[in-house]
C-alpha cells in the first residue's frame, strides 16, 4: 500500500492521508511546489525544506529538452542532478499537449512538437513520456494525455478521452523506475457522463493514483468544481486523488471538501516574480506606490525569512530596483504561505474544525475581492 487514509472528516469528503514514497512520505493534503526544469524558481533546495515543502514537480516535456535525458541519466536521475532529496512527481508532458496547440501536432501514437526554444522537430508520446520519467527517477510519474482546453466541443471532448485512455493503457504497461507510481488522469472537459466514464476506465486498468486534469485551463470557478464533483465518485477511496493547475487557498480548500488530496501550481513562484504576495486576505501587489513608506511586514503575523526581517517598503525598493533579492524574498514569502496553509488545513481536518475553517476561508476570499 502506497497510501493510507488516516482520518476522514464527518461534515466532508476531507481527509488525512500519507502518501509513502522511495523519497519519503507526504502528509496530505499537500501543495506540491513547482520545478519545471529541475528547480524553483529563486529557491535552493534548503530553502524548500525550510519552508515546508514536501514534494517538488518537474516537466517531462522541458526536461526532454533541456538537460535531456543523457545528462540525466549521467546524473544518475533528478533527484541527484538537483540536490533534492525529497519526493519528485513530474507531469508528462500532456500539459504541453495544451498550452502549445500552436506547435504540436496529434498522432494515434502520441505528439508531434516543434520545440518552443529553437523550433527543431520532435516526438512526444505515451513510450517516450514514460521513459523520459524512468530516466529521470521521479516517485510519482503521470500517464501521458490530452489536456483538454475551454470551451471544448462534445465531439471533440469524447474522442480526446478515447485517445487519452489509449494512451493512459499505453503509459501503464510502459517500463518505470523501481518504485515509481504511476497516476491516471481524468479528462472530460465540462461534460460529467464523458469525466464518468473516463474515471471508470482508469480504474479498470489500475493506477497508483488519479489526477483530475484539464482544470485551470480558463474556466470559470464553478465549472472547476463540477469537474471534480463529477469525477471523484468513481475513484477508488484507498487512492490518492490530485487536482493538477490549482494553487488559490480557497479553491483548494473547497477542493479539500471534495475529497482532493493533492494539488500543485505555479502561482506562488511566478506572481512572485511579478511583485505579488500571496495573503490570508489576498493578493498583495507589493511593487505598488502605496508601500514605499510601509514598515511593516509583507503580511502582519507571518512567520517567514521575509515577513521576520524585512518590510513591505524595503522589498518594494528591492522590486522598483530590478534586485534579484526583492524576488527571492516575495517567493519565499509565497511558498511559505501554501505551504503554511496546507499545514493548517490538515491541522483542521484533525482536529474536526476544517468545515468552520473552510467557511472562515471563503469568508475571509470574499471579503477581499
Not at 145 to 158: I, K, T
Not at 165 to 181: I, Y
Not at 235 to 261: N, S
Not at 314 to 326: K, P, Q, S
Request: aromatic residues 8%; negative net charge.
Amino acid at each position: 500500500m502506497n497510501f493510507q487514509v488516516i482520518k476522514t472528516d464527518t461534515r466532508t469528503r476531507a481527509r488525512l492521508g500519507r502518501l509513502f514514497t522511495p523519497h519519503g512520505t507526504v502528509e496530505t493534503p499537500v501543495f506540491m511546489d513547482v520545478g519545471t526544469l529541475g528547480t524553483v524558481k529563486a529557491l535552493e533546495p534548503r530553502d524548500l525544506k525550510e519552508l515546508g515543502a514536501q514534494v517538488v514537480l518537474g516537466n517531462t516535456y522541458h526536461l526532454m529538452l533541456r538537460p535531456g535525458a543523457e545528462v540525466l541519466a549521467a546524473a544518475g536521475g533528478l533527484h541527484r542532478f538537483m540536490g533534492w532529496d525529497g519526493p519528485i512527481l513530474t507531469d508528462s508532458g500532456g500539459f504541453q499537449v495544451f498550452s502549445l496547440a500552436r506547435m504540436r501536432k496529434i498522432t494515434e501514437e502520441g505528439c508531434r512538437f516543434n520545440s518552443h526554444i529553437d523550433g527543431h522537430e520532435f516526438f512526444l508520446g505515451p513510450k517516450e513520456s514514460m521513459e523520459m520519467q524512468r530516466v529521470i527517477g521521479s516517485d510519482i510519474a503521470m500517464v501521458f494525455d490530452e489536456c483538454l482546453p475551454y470551451p471544448c466541443e462534445r465531439e471533440r471532448a469524447e474522442k480526446s478521452v478515447e485517445q487519452t485512455l489509449r494512451w493512459a493503457q499505453a503509459s501503464k504497461d510502459a517500463p518505470h523506475a523501481d518504485g515509481q507510481m504511476v497516476f491516471g488522469i481524468v479528462q472530460g472537459g465540462v461534460y460529467d457522463d464523458i469525466r464518468r466514464h473516463c474515471a471508470e476506465e482508469l480504474v479498470k486498468i489500475g493506477f497508483d493514483g488519479y489526477a483530475i486534469g484539464g482544470v485551470s485551463v480558463g474556466e470559470p470557478e464553478e465549472f472547476m468544481y463540477k469537474a471534480v464533483d463529477a469525477s471523484v465518485p468513481y475513484l477508488p477511496e484507498d487512492k490518492p486523488r490530485y487536482v493538477m493547475g490549482l494553487g488559490v487557498m480557497h479553491q483548494m480548500a473547497e477542493c479539500v471538501a471534495r475529497g482532493i488530496d493533492m494539488f500543485d501550481c505555479v502561482i506562488p513562484t511566478r506572481i512572485a516574480r511579478h511583485g505579488t504576495a500571496i495573503t490570508r486576505r489576498g493578493n498583495v501587489a507589493i511593487k505598488a506606490a502605496k508601500w514605499a513608506f510601509d514598515q511593516g511586514p509583507v503580511e502582519e503575523g507571518c512567520e517567514c525569512y521575509c515577513c521576520r526581517n524585512f518590510t513591505r517598503s524595503y522589498v518594494r525598493h528591492l522590486l522598483a530596483c530590478d534586485e534579484i533579492l526583492g524576488l527571492r524574498l516575495l517567493t519565499i514569502h509565497n511558498v511559505w504561505a501554501l505551504n503554511r496553509f496546507m499545514k493548517e488545513l490538515r491541522a483542521a481536518i484533525d482536529d474536526g474544525t476544517f468545515f468552520d475553517w473552510k467557511e472562515q476561508v471563503k469568508k475571509d476570499t470574499k471579503e477581499n475581492e
